[in-house]
């Protein structure tokens, strides 16, 4: 069965850190670009960071550059959001996320990120 779980979000005050955690299983997880996605009350799903099967290549939207980084651990099917700096304006679900052929995607189950001012 293809999973991704997501964990690690939470509730903290603007300036404060949050590692957000994604494990994934059912697939040969070290040949999939994995990315990082969020979803904010009444807004569009957005991408927030993604990263190549090698972990070589990463890439952040630029709302969070200089602040968040990916990175992932292919022994053990693990792909990470360190998130600095935090402001009100991250506060959202993120999601995890992977393709699953041409036209599937297979999404995490979401954690919550608040950040209070």
């Known amino acids: 069965q293809v999973q991704l779980v997501d964990s690690g979000g939470g509730s903290v005050q603007a300036g404060g850190s949050l590692t957000l955690s994604c494990v994934a299983s059912?697939?040969?997880?070290?040949?999939?670009?994995m990315k990082w996605y969020r979803q904010a009350p009444r807004k569009e799903r957005e991408l927030v960071a993604a990263?190549?099967?090698?972990?070589?290549?990463?890439n952040l939207a630029d709302s969070v550059k200089g602040r968040f980084t990916i990175s992932r651990d292919n022994s053990k099917n693990t792909v990470s959001l360190q998130m600095n700096s935090l402001k009100p304006e991250d506060t959202a679900v993120y999601y995890c996320n992977t393709a699953w052929g041409p036209s599937i995607n297979i999404w995490g189950q979401g954690t919550q990120v608040t950040v209070s001012s």
């Open positions: 990263i190549s099967p090698s972990g070589g290549t990463t």
């Open positions: 059912g697939f040969t997880f070290s040949t999939h670009n």
